[in-house]
Every structure is written in C-alpha cells, then in structure tokens.
C-alpha cells in the first residue's frame, strides 16, 4: 500500500438519533487534534442531512451504508447513488455480512453496487467476509477471492477505485477478533487477487472490519497488508474512536 495515510471508517449500523449524533460527532470533531489518518463516518440514511451540515468543513468524511442496485425508479425505500451524491457522501458500504445474510444480497447484486457508486464519484467500501463454519471448513480463502471475483468482474480495472473491507463474518459484533496473523493472511491473499486485476492495485485500501477497537486497533494496524478499519460498535463511542484515528495516525 503506497498510499500515505490509514483509512479508518465508523459504521454506526442502525443506531443513532439526532441528539445523539450531534453529541458524538461534536465530540469527535474536537477530539482530532493530531489526527492525520483519512476518517469517515457512515450514518443510517435518514442522517445524512443532518451529519453532512455537521461534518461540513472538517476531515472526517460522510459515508452511507448501502446503496441502491438501481439508477432509479419504482424501487421502494432503496436509495440511489445519485441521491447520496446529493448529500456529499464520499463513501458507501457496499456488501456488508448483515446485508448479504439479512437482506440476500447476492455477489453479482454487490457488484452491480459497486458500479452504481463509482459512476457518480463515490468511493465504495466492498465487504468480503466467511463465515465460523466456512472457516472451519478451510473455505476462507475460497470465499473471499469468489466475493471479490465478482466485483473484479463487472468494474474492471474501474476496481482500482474501491475501498477493500475484510469482515470475518465470525468476528462482527461478537467481540471476537482474528489474530493478527489470520487478518494479514487474508488481506495479503486479497491484496495479490486485486494485483492480477489491475496495474494500480496499490491504490486500494483494505481494511480490516471484525470487532476492532481501542485496544487491539495498533496490533491489527501495524499489520503489512492492513490498511485501517471498518469500526462498528466502537464508532459510537466517541473516546474509543478518536483512541483509534490516533493509532492510525502513529
């Protein structure tokens, strides 16, 4: 990884409220003195407006936590890329383990995910991730070069402009973590795949997403192939957030 700076990302899942929010992004944003790393945070939909006036101006970036399939049209409670755009969103996860397992995002709908925010400027984070019993069964690697294949497949060498995130699916919320040396032999089999893909793999960053936190972000951090974070839980605790942009900031 060339790029200079870690990349270490909140994502808030469904929590939050209006008080809440601007509590702990205003304690947040007082809190980053020092902080060098590349931060975002990605809200629940319906606080985009309301994070973009508060984060307006500062380093911490906006991100979205899904993003529609489709360009448009008769599709429900979906919200598009364009839509997002609209609000300065920078970032979008895109395939995250509880939308793939709750909502039966397939590979190729990820993909098609994918697409839809790199056409108008937005960077997408793309999970990959295997579950407790397809690690058990030797299927890491399997699994995670398949959910990327698939989005190598439809974005070309477009997939140079993504974000990476591996998220043992075993280790969300879970508070178990993968050792630092399961992190890093996933991420370097990653960082090969996306290297025969396209000549500028050095530019994407990946993250590693399973129950990281305060005390165990440096560990994983100092990882070779570890790029930064995708923070669920802890994101929503201002000191144990900001404890983590210094870390990568080191």
Known sequence: MTMNSKLMVGNWKMNGSLAANASLLSEVLSGMGGVTCRSAVCVPAAYLAPSQ???????????????????AGAYTGEVSATMLRDFAVRYAIVGHSERRQYHGESDAVVASKVQRALAVGITPIVCVGESQSEREAGQTEAVVKRQLAAVIHANGHCVSEIVLAYEPVWAIGTGLTATPEQAQAVHAVLRVQLQAATA?????????GGSMNAANAASLLALPDVDGGLIGGASLKAPEFLAMLKAASR
């Not at 500062?58 to 399939?69: C, N, R």
């Not at 500028?200 to 590693?208: K, T, W």
């Open 200 to 208: 500028h793999a050095d530019r994407v960053s990946i993250l590693y």
């Open 53 to 71: 006036s508060l984060l307006a101006g500062s380093a911490l970036a906006l991100g979205a936590q899904d993003v529609s399939a489709h360009d």
